[in-house]
């Protein structure tokens, strides 16, 4: 099933595709972190353990018969979205075997946090393991990988590559509108809300440094973060980088913007002071290659929108 969203529409055409350049079923075996992988036909139902996995195989045209941590997929990402009637087969971090096990997958896509549970899985179903997150990874190289070669075993590699030249292309026009309104020079920083006092900051080494880079903008943040691309701090860590914009990713909690509006962490943030806060819809930072794209597009809407003094 194929859906689109405003920030997305090219999708719509891409789904189109599916059913246009689709390759016929074929065998074959293929090389992945934790060894080697064959599949005697194409692959029809397939579990994904973790969301990157959920949303190639969005992209591709695949509904999953099975996912971890379904529900909060719905809440963080959102797009591409997932079809109703897809079951939950438990946490990314603890999967129930039993309930991959009843679905009776003929391929499982995972990573290498789920090592220890590999044989497991292999006993289950043929396992592809691919981190897109891990110690000195380039995330959003590893998720076009995962998303070719998903193509390939599927039989949709025309599609996968279609879907990567899309989004080469959105970013392209998205720098061009930034460009013609000068709003590329000024450095973002890109935050999560933890609470009223501690943001997740995006570093120079997550997926999001690619939106950043292809819109030619620069990261307000200098410092590496962790192998998931960000660093935890207080407010008051943004406030040495005078120049630069702040960017609110949503979901916010409850009550967040008056806790702010009353916080001397956040009034006297200089981003606060001019009214450069943004805020955009979600965007998951964990994800593969369609986050790149997302943001692209939510963060040049809000910055040709305008800011404010506060979260909404």
């Not at 350049?21 to 579990?47: C, D, M, N």
């Not at 591409?80 to 896509?109: Q, Y």
């Not at 990261?219 to 005078?242: C, D, Q, T």
């Amino acid at each position: 099933m194929c859906t689109k969203h405003r920030a997305f529409r090219p999708l719509a055409y891409l789904c189109f595709l599916t059913f246009l350049i689709s390759q016929p079923a074929h065998s074959g075996t293929w090389s992945h972190e934790k060894g080697t992988l064959t599949l005697p036909q194409q692959p029809e139902r397939i579990v994904a353990l973790n969301w990157a996995a959920t949303e190639a195989l969005l992209l591709l045209g695949i509904t999953p018969v099975g996912v971890a941590d379904r529900d909060g997929y719905s809440a963080w990402v959102q797009d591409p979205e997932l079809p109703d009637g897809v079951a939950n087969v438990g946490t990314r971090v603890a999967p129930s075997l039993e309930a991959i096990a009843e679905l009776k997958p003929d391929l499982i896509v995972t990573s290498a946090e789920m090592a220890p549970a590999a044989e497991l899985l292999e006993r289950i179903a043929p396992t592809y393991v691919i981190s897109v997150y891990k110690e000195g990874s380039a995330p959003f190289t590893k998720a076009r990988e995962m998303l070719t070669t998903l193509g390939q075993m599927l039989g949709r590699e025309d599609l996968a590559e279609a879907i990567l030249i899309d989004i080469d292309e959105t970013l392209e026009q998205q720098r061009t509108r930034l460009a013609e309104a000068g709003l590329d020079q000024q450095p973002v920083a890109l935050v999560n809300f933890l609470d009223d006092r501690h943001v997740r900051i995006s570093a120079p080494n997550g997926l999001y440094q690619t939106t950043l880079n292809a819109l030619g903008l620069r990261n307000a943040w200098p410092h590496e973060g962790n192998y998931w691309g960000f660093s935890v701090v207080g407010l008051e860590a943004i406030a040495p980088y005078h120049d630069s914009r702040i960017v609110v990713i949503s979901p916010t909690l409850p009550g967040l913007s008056d806790h702010l509006a009353g916080s001397p962490f956040w009034t006297y943030l200089p981003a606060v002071k001019r009214n450069q806060v943004y805020q955009v819809e979600p965007v998951w930072p964990f994800g593969g290659v369609y986050p790149v794209k997302r943001l692209a597009i939510l963060l040049a809407d809000a910055l040709l929108e305008g800011g404010r003094n506060n979260v909404r």
